[in-house]
């Protein structure tokens, strides 16, 4: 937990007023120094259903052919499945649809095999800054989300609020039933600001902020 903060001194805010003041938006980037020490990279997945299902299939299919092959060598005939499947095989041509079909679908499996290897997945997950070296620890998106509509409900003014999280930006939709709509987002910037401040985000999202008054049957 991080002391409050007061607003910061670079908060960029534009309004951007509607016609007849409907609606008010505004957008700012929070940047904390990093803390000191640690590693603050994401954390990765350990996709162990997939790497688990895909080295039993390697497993089996490697153990049955090899099998097959030292039979062979051992002067026995070869399985069925492989005589038949060798018999298949030379009837085809490298141009067929079902040829080229199934090519397209091994490929596209290898490319998705890829992308599980090479990502580090866990994407609901932000990273905070280390407090001490041995520590790393995240913050679930949705309740990071959850932190920031609390603290926009606290802004007088503002009726309800959505909030969704994203690893690169937080996108705040409030609606406000008094106060003018610039001053509910100006409190807005800075209650928000802050609390992505107090969150302690290895990499704070921007924060775009729009205020709406809501529908006239709603009011």
């Known amino acids: 937990m991080t002391e409050p ?5 670079g908060q ?12 008010s938006s505004s957008a700012a980037d929070y940047r904390p120094a990093p803390a000191d020490g640690g590693a603050t990279g994401r954390f990765w997945s350990g996709r162990r259903v997939p790497a688990a299902v895909v080295a039993a299939v390697v497993l089996g299919a490697a153990g049955l052919l090899l099998y097959d092959v030292a039979a062979v060598r051992a002067d026995r005939p070869a399985m069925q499945w492989r005589r038949s499947l060798a018999d298949h095989l030379a009837d085809w041509r490298l141009d067929e ?6 090519s397209a679908a091994v490929a596209l499996l290898g490319v998705l095999l890829l ?3 090479l990502t580090p997945g866990l994407r609901s997950l932000l990273t905070m800054r280390p407090g001490r070296a041995a520590v790393r620890a995240a913050l679930d998106r949705e309740a990071a989300a ?8 606290e802004v007088a003014g503002v009726q309800s609020v959505r909030v969704r999280m994203r690893r690169s930006k937080a996108s705040v939709r409030a609606r406000s039933h ?7 987002r100006a409190d807005l910037d800075a209650a928000l600001g802050t609390a992505l401040k107090e969150l302690g985000l290895a990499r704070p999202p921007a924060l775009a902020v729009r205020v709406a008054r809501p529908p006239a049957g709603k009011k």
């Open 12 to 23: 960029q805010a534009a309004a951007q007023p509607a016609a007849g003041m409907d609606q």
């Open 146 to 153: 959850l932190v920031l509509r609390d603290r926009a409900m």
């Open 97 to 102: 649809i079902g040829v080229l079909a199934a």
């Open 178 to 184: 008094f106060r003018p709509l610039d001053e509910v």
């Open 5 to 9: 903060q007061s607003p910061p001194g």
């Open 115 to 117: 992308v599980l290897a």
